[in-house]
């Protein structure tokens, strides 16, 4: 017997949501059916142009429809924890944005939640579900190209012409390249070696207090990953993991990859794996897995995971000087 469609409801309209929702879009048993902002206007107009059947203009609104079963939230970084719990407490399933909270204390407050609510919680962190980086991981795991001993990522572009008010360059808003993409490089490290043994980062800083560069040195037992997330310089953003026997290349942008090369002994193949639509559509389909089968986490992104994965970040901002007003000292 088919299972019945799953009705999301989206809160945070930003540039993320509506790529989300194009994507939600190429997923036959996905419904988008309520958006919300703390802007009705703009909630309406979402609404209209990606065919929600309803709208909002708070975000508790949208909690209490009893036709949504879960809730993307897109909002700005520093309230994932804020709105997020607030929807699990409300009994709806939640599929957060990276990075799952400014700190590991909000991320296992969000965790907590989920447990108390029996309800479904995943970080979005989408890249882990691209068709590429779980062949990349299979490979790894395989020894096809021998024991881990390096991995090298980077994900920067120029934005210190944008508004110092704005959400990349406001430390008021979690503004900085760390959490917005600096989570992207980390990630990789992890997913691929785990948590490291020792770590050691150092940070710029902007006008405004924003951290726009933060180099990485993860020391592994038997590797090393050298990482750099900025929002002070243009990259090609590639990644490359080597091997004793041999190395991968995932084609840039890296974290969105349609394909990687392999090579090893004195040849190279370049496998291509496109994605279905931007790649969102994985993660959509993860969480529709998981909410059938009675699932509160995802064996693929645990709660464990997104859990370590922003224990590390806390550590970088630690050893690199990077704190936020709102934060306690």
Known sequence: MRNKKIR??????GNIAKLFAEDLALVSEAELIAVA??????????????????FYGSYEALFNDKEVDIVYVATYHHTHAEVSIKAMNAGKHVLCEKPIATNHIDALAMIKASERNKVFFMEAFWSRFNPSIRKVKSLVEDDEIGKL????AEFSFHVLNSDPKGRMLNPDLAGGSLLDMGVYPIFLSYLLLGKPTEILARSNFYKTGAEIQTAMIFQYKNAQAILYSGFANNTDMKA??????????ITPVWHETQGFVLKKEGGEKYHDLPTKGKGFTYEIEECHCCINAAKKQSQNWSHENSFELISIVDEVRKQAGISFPFESP
């Open 8 to 13: 999301w409801g989206l809160v945070g309209l």
């Open 37 to 54: 902002s703390t802007d009705r206007n703009r909630a309406k107009e979402f609404a209209y142009a990606y065919g929600a059947a309803k």
């Open 149 to 152: 001993k390096y991995l090298n």
């Open 240 to 249: 490359k993991i080597a091997g004793e026997n041999g190395e991968i290349y």
